[in-house]
């Protein structure tokens, strides 16, 4: 039985994606505290509005980049691409851990929420939104 190597994260796709995941989780809190500032607050004495957005963001991008390597590890191993659902679940999991966390460290990173129900909703629609954005960057990458 041949066997098929399915294609690896190269290591500008995986800059470009945490690039790509960056700007949108910036764009999707933004517009979340702006909606709900009761609920998000974005900021401490010592960092900007605009710096939590940063520090927050940039460590969720991270962490979503992180993820995709192990992934295509997996996928490896099972002779098995993720179908479009299961990376939906995977980085919504993602996105509820590091939000969770980055919101307990808030005195650093400038993020803090008022409960873990605006972080699975925060969760959710960064799920919906990343989803989509790397689904046209990944179609980009084809053409």
């Known amino acids: 039985m041949a066997t098929t190597k399915l294609p690896e994260i190269t290591g500008m796709t995986l800059v470009l994606s945490t690039l790509v995941l960056f700007v949108s989780n910036a764009i999707v809190l933004y517009f979340a505290q702006m909606f709900f500032p ?14 939590a957005i940063f520090m927050s963001m940039g460590k969720l991008s991270l962490l979503g980049a992180a993820v995709m390597p192990f992934v295509g590890k997996y996928e490896n191993m099972r002779h098995r691409i993720f ?17 969770w966390i ?16 605006v972080i699975a909703a925060l969760a959710l629609v960064l799920d919906i939104v990343q989803g989509v954005v790397m689904m046209a960057y990944g179609k980009m990458l084809k053409k």
């Open 102 to 117: 980055i919101s307990r460290f808030s005195e650093q990173f400038g993020l803090g929420v008022t409960s873990w129900i």
């Open 83 to 99: 179908s479009p659902m299961e990376w939906s679940v995977l980085y919504f999991v993602v996105n509820f851990i590091g939000l």
């Open 38 to 51: 009761h609920a998000i607050v974005l900021g401490t004495h010592a960092l900007s509005f605009w710096w």
